[in-house]
C-alpha cells in the first residue's frame, strides 16, 4: 500500500499515472501552453478524466533557466493546488525542491513533495513530516538548474542505490510515514542516455535494493530522443515503452505527459502480468 495523505492506493498490481502540469513559462515539453490558469484548468480536466489519479504541479522547470523567486513560485503553484483540489478527488503532488512552497502547497490540500533535488533543502523532510504527506526521493548528480553535459560515475548503480538509500533513511528519521516514501532514479538528470537506459533496465533491481516504490519519471526525456535522434515531439512511443518495460520490472508510479496512452498500456501489461506470473511485490 501506497499513503499520500488521505489517499492510499493499492500498488501490488496496480499501476498509478501521474499527469504532470507545468506552471512555467519554459518547459521542456510544452513551452508554457498551460501557463494560463484557465489553459491549466482545461488541462487538468483533460488528464483527470484521460485516468490520471495523482496531478503533479510545478512552478519551476529542472533545467537552466532565468531565476525564479520562491514568491514568484508560490504565486504559480498555490492557487493552482487549492484550485485543482477544490475541483477534482484525485491526490495532487507538489513538483518543488523548496521547503516554503511545499509547506504553502500541502496547507491548501496537496499531499505529496516531489522533490527532484533529494532533499537539499535542509528543511523540507520537516515539513513534509508535520504535513504527514508523501515524498518522492529523487537520484541527481548536482543540483536541480545546473547543467551536468557530461556525468562520470566509478559505479552509476551502486552510488543511485546509496543515495537512494540515505535519502528514504533520511525521510524515516524525520518523521515521513514509511507507507508514504516513493524513490526515483532520476532518468536525464545529471546522466547520460547510457545511465538512464541502465537504470531503467535495472529498475526491479532498484526497488529491491533499496525497498520502496519506485516512480518512473521518463516521459518525452532526452535519452528516449537519444537513441534514435527523435525529437521530443515524437518520443511518445519511447516514453509509453519504457512506461512498460518499467512496470514489468516492478515500477508502480508513471509521472507522464500522455495519460491516456500511458494508462491504456498499463492496462493491457497489467492484464498480462496477471495472467502469466505473480506480480513484483514492492515492500
Request: hydrophobic share 40%; glycine share 10%; aromatic share 8%.
Amino acid at each position: 500500500m501506497l499513503r499520500f495523505g488521505k489517499y492510499t492506493f493499492d500498488i501490488a498490481t496496480h499501476g498509478l499515472v501521474m499527469g504532470i502540469l507545468n506552471r512555467t513559462t519554459d518547459s521542456f515539453f510544452d513551452n508554457g501552453a498551460y501557463f494560463e490558469f484557465s489553459k491549466f484548468l482545461e488541462r487538468a480536466e483533460e488528464l483527470v478524466s484521460s485516468g490520471a489519479e495523482i496531478l503533479d504541479v510545478g512552478g519551476v522547470k529542472a533545467g537552466a533557466g532565468p531565476a525564479i523567486s520562491t514568491q514568484e513560485e508560490l504565486d504559480r503553484v498555490v492557487p493552482a493546488v487549492s484550485a485543482l483540489v477544490e475541483r477534482f478527488d484525485v491526490a495532487v503532488s507538489i513538483d518543488t525542491w523548496n521547503s516554503i512552497v511545499l509547506d504553502e502547497a500541502l496547507s491548501v490540500g496537496g499531499v505529496c513533495g516531489n522533490d527532484i533535488s533529494g532533499f537539499g533543502d535542509p528543511k523540507y523532510l520537516e515539513v513534509a513530516a508535520r504535513h504527514d504527506c508523501g515524498v518522492i526521493a529523487t537520484h541527481i548528480r548536482l543540483a536541480p538548474r545546473v547543467p551536468d553535459p557530461d556525468p562520470v560515475y566509478h559505479d552509476l548503480y551502486g552510488q543511485v542505490c546509496e543515495f537512494l538509500t540515505l535519502k528514504v533513511n533520511d525521510a524515516i528519521s524525520s518523521g515521513v510515514d514509511r507507507q508514504s516514501i516513493v524513490i526515483d532514479a532520476g532518468l536525464d538528470l545529471g546522466k547520460t542516455t547510457a545511465h538512464s537506459l541502465e537504470l531503467l533496465a535495472r529498475t526491479g533491481e532498484l526497488i529491491d535494493d533499496v525497498g520502496f516504490p519506485l516512480l518512473l519519471s521518463a516521459s518525452n526525456k532526452d535519452f528516449i530522443g537519444g537513441l534514435l535522434g527523435y525529437d521530443v515531439s515524437a518520443r511518445g512511443p519511447g516514453s509509453i515503452s519504457s512506461a512498460i518495460i518499467a512496470y514489468l520490472e516492478g515500477a508502480r508510479i508513471f509521472r507522464v505527459h500522455d495519460v491516456k496512452g500511458t494508462r491504456r498500456a498499463l492496462e493491457i501489461s497489467e492484464a498480462i502480468a496477471d495472467s502469466v506470473s505473480p506480480s513484483r511485490q514492492v515492500l
